[in-house]
C-alpha cells in the first residue's frame, strides 16, 4: 500500500514539475519575444505623437504671428 501511494506520489511531483517547466518557457516567450514587440508598436506611436505635437505647435506659433503682425 505504502509502495503504491508513494509511486503515485512521485508520478503527480512529475506532472508537477513538467507543468512548471512548460509555464517557465511560456513566461520567458512572452518576455523575451512578445514584450519587445509591444516596445517597438509603443515606441512608434510616441514618435507619431511627438510628430503631431510639433506639427499643432507649428500651427500656434503661426497663428500668433498671424495675431500680432497681422
Do not use: A
Amino acid at each position: 500500500m505504502s509502495d503504491d501511494l508513494s509511486r503515485k506520489n512521485e508520478l503527480e511531483l512529475v506532472s508537477i514539475r513538467g507543468d512548471l517547466k512548460l509555464l517557465s518557457q511560456k513566461i520567458d516567450v512572452l518576455k523575451h519575444n512578445d514584450l519587445y514587440h509591444v516596445q517597438k508598436s509603443l515606441d512608434r506611436v510616441i514618435k507619431l505623437l511627438w510628430g503631431v505635437g510639433f506639427l499643432i505647435l507649428g500651427q500656434v506659433i503661426i497663428g500668433l504671428r498671424m495675431t500680432v503682425w497681422g
